[in-house]
């Protein structure tokens, strides 16, 4: 008895903390460098930089609810009342967002973009993949609408991390009027569990629950609390679904599990062809470009016909 209990004992220390290190890896991502990320996407040709540099645009610093400061720039467009703000992925920052200004701004809207909690020039300690990091969203959408106007217009646009950021800040604000989700998830706890697979060869079945409960004492959050799927099922506000069809970061099936999952409203679904994640555009500027001006088209019919 004396052997069982110490077997015993061992493994509930073994689970315990691997669950604590495999939390830390999820909220403690690794982070790059705030201009690394610039020089890369230039050497990546993601977008000009002399682009970025000639735009008029503004550096701003928003407040976030939970005390820190939210890093971001604001991009304007002469005398618009639509407004855009892109979100960026993990381990990013804002300028991982430059590539998708263009499809925006040639259409006359404002472009907001902004640094996550825990990325780049922001405040923040740790990552919650969207549970706390939407009431940031909201935060810098307060800071559009009193630059623009309460009658303005403002849609959101979101890469990965960005994607499921957007779809449950969608739930809270009604202001938004469209959601062009990139490469997002439908469920953390399935995107865990498969990446656990990946990238440990673990199911997860045990350490997942366990690394779980830790996230709700460290970081204030069960990861089954981030199901943007269920998040999005009543929502009105149109949504384009986008995703790589060779992604297997998050795999496509998030995207038709995401399409699937919204009842109300218009929606659209594009499986970019030869993308891997976040590589929509990349792989497809043209389509790409095309598919967000069709989608807009759609979006600015419907409203004038309500």
């Not at 855009?84 to 006359?108: C, D, E, Q, W």
């Not at 706890?189 to 199911?203: E, G, I, M, S, V």
């Not at 999005?232 to 949504?239: G, K």
Request: hydrophobic share 40%; proline share 4%; with cysteine.
């Amino acid at each position: 008895m004396t052997l069982f209990w110490i077997v015993l004992g061992v493994i509930v220390v073994i689970v315990l903390s691997s669950g604590y290190y495999f939390t830390r890896v999820i909220i403690y991502p690794k982070v790059y460098p705030y201009e690394e990320i610039y020089s890369k996407k230039v050497e990546e040709k993601e977008f000009e930089e002399e682009d970025w540099k000639s735009w008029q645009k503004e550096e701003i610093w928003v407040v976030s609810p939970y005390g820190y400061s939210l890093h971001g720039y604001w991009l304007p467009a002469p005398d618009s009342k639509k407004t855009v703000v892109l979100v960026h992925g993990i381990t990013m920052n804002l300028f991982a967002s430059i590539k998708y200004v263009m499809p925006f701004k040639k259409r006359g809207f404002n472009v907001l973009m902004y640094d996550h909690r825990n990325h780049g020039k922001s405040g923040g300690n740790y990552t919650t993949f969207g549970y706390k990091e939407k009431h940031d969203l909201k935060a810098m959408i307060d800071w559009a609408e009193n630059r623009v106007g309460t009658d303005g217009i403002i849609g959101t646009h979101g890469e990965s991390m960005g994607a499921g950021t957007i779809m449950q800040h969608a739930a809270i604000d009604e202001r938004v009027k469209f959601v062009v989700e990139d490469c997002g998830y439908a469920d953390l706890t399935a995107l865990f569990r498969y990446r656990f697979h990946q990238d440990f060869h673990l199911r997860g079945w045990l350490l997942l629950p366990v690394a779980s409960v830790f996230g709700k004492l460290i970081a204030g959050f069960f990861y089954s609390e981030v199901k943007p799927g269920r998040e999005i099922e009543d929502l009105n506000a149109p949504m384009f679904f986008i995703h790589g069809i060779d992604d297997t970061y998050i795999p496509s099936s998030h995207a038709k599990d995401l399409f699937k999952a919204k009842k109300n409203g218009i929606k659209k679904l594009w499986l970019a062809s030869e993308a891997k994640h976040a590589e929509s555009k990349t792989k497809n500027p043209e389509l790409y470009d095309q598919k967000i001006g069709e989608f807009l088209d759609e979006v600015f019919q419907s409203s004038l016909e309500e």
